[in-house]
């Protein structure tokens, strides 16, 4: 990919690497999350969804998964023609959305009236103080967020992605044959399929919080656009019993008061106009102890979204859609006109 500056209005959220080849989607077009603990697909035909499925890893998926070779790459092939077999899938073109932890994602102020040549070099130069190897192993992408500073400078996004990433995502696509389209990050599939879906105003403040097994990660939205996102790893407790459960939802409202107040967003979980949720299933487990003290909801993605009658029947949407919050995202990029 190249290093540019976007001009989408919505942040680009996009990370391509050089061998990812656009084309408009035709009739059908697969969606598919890589998430730690579970592989997500939803297939989309004729601008409806047709199925989806999902599919929990025996070991976690991470950025280390892809220099394990051969092995790796055939166990989780194997679970990605499951995934395909089980909703029948006809399409071969995908568009993959990946974990945020294998994402650099910084927020940066540049100062007012840099020219794009002065812009880029400093974008260049940003990146590389993240990292500590060399910043040709990364594809690097950045646009201009919808904010400024107190002192009027605007503020950029840069995302920084290892090119061994991209390749293993071609690799295990391709190894089921499929065409891999494009590559997203969790946090910006999942926050365009929510204002898809509700109806947030430009000066609304809300927060999206995947809840995984292994972290918690929030993102934010103001002005209908990534704000914000962080992350916290939780310790390896299985969650299993009420107690854990309850100690998972203290650390939830912890973090978010210390970002609420340290991020100048407000004083108060109250001051937030939405809090969806998302994740595993331990999501619909916090929201039964959350929505007791605070407003709260659980992400459905396909709340206007077109689907199918087939799909209305299934176990997945009925009692866990918010499984699928990112790869619907993915393909809301590719067809707006998915959503009713």
Not at 34 to 46: A, M, N, P, S
């Amino acid at each position: 990919m190249e290093r540019r500056v976007g001009r989408e209005q919505e942040v680009s959220k996009t990370i391509e690497s050089d061998h990812v080849v656009n084309s408009s989607l035709k009739n059908s077009y697969l969606g598919l999350s890589l998430c730690t603990d579970q592989f997500c697909v939803v297939e989309i035909e004729d601008g409806v969804v047709k199925a989806i499925a999902a599919k929990e890893l025996i070991q976690p998926f991470k950025v280390e998964s892809f220099h394990e070779g051969a092995a790796w790459l055939s166990s989780q092939s194997e679970v990605l023609r499951h995934l395909c077999q089980k909703i029948g899938n006809q399409s071969q073109k995908v568009g993959v959305v990946i974990n945020s932890a294998m994402v650099f994602i910084k927020k940066i102020s540049v100062a007012l009236g840099l020219d794009e040549e002065i812009l880029k070099q400093q974008m260049l130069w940003e990146a590389q103080q993240c990292l500590i190897s060399s910043l040709d192993a990364y594809s690097m992408d950045y646009q201009r967020l919808p904010f400024k500073t107190k002192e009027g400078n605007p503020i950029f996004l840069i995302i920084l992605v290892r090119k061994s990433v991209l390749k293993g995502v071609r690799s295990l696509v391709e190894s089921v044959g499929l065409n891999l389209q494009e590559v997203d990050i969790d946090v910006f599939s999942n926050i365009r399929t929510i204002i898809s879906n509700y109806e947030l105003n430009s000066d609304d403040v809300s927060v999206v919080i995947d809840i995984q097994r292994e972290y918690l990660t929030f993102a934010f939205i103001r002005q209908k656009e990534f704000f914000l996102s962080h992350r916290v790893l939780l310790p390896s407790v299985g969650f299993i019993t009420q107690e854990d459960i309850l100690n998972l939802v203290q650390v939830l409202t912890k973090e978010l008061r210390r970002l609420i107040f340290g991020h100048h967003i407000g004083r108060e979980i109250e001051d937030l106009n939405h809090i969806f949720l998302l994740g595993s299933d331990l999501a619909q487990k916090v929201y039964k102890e959350l929505s007791s003290s605070i407003s709260v909801e659980i992400v459905n993605p396909f709340r206007k979204i077109h689907v199918s009658q087939n799909v209305l029947k299934t176990k997945e949407y009925n009692n866990a859609p918010e499984k699928f919050v990112a790869p619907v995202g993915i393909m809301l990029k590719e067809v707006p006109s998915l959503a009713k």
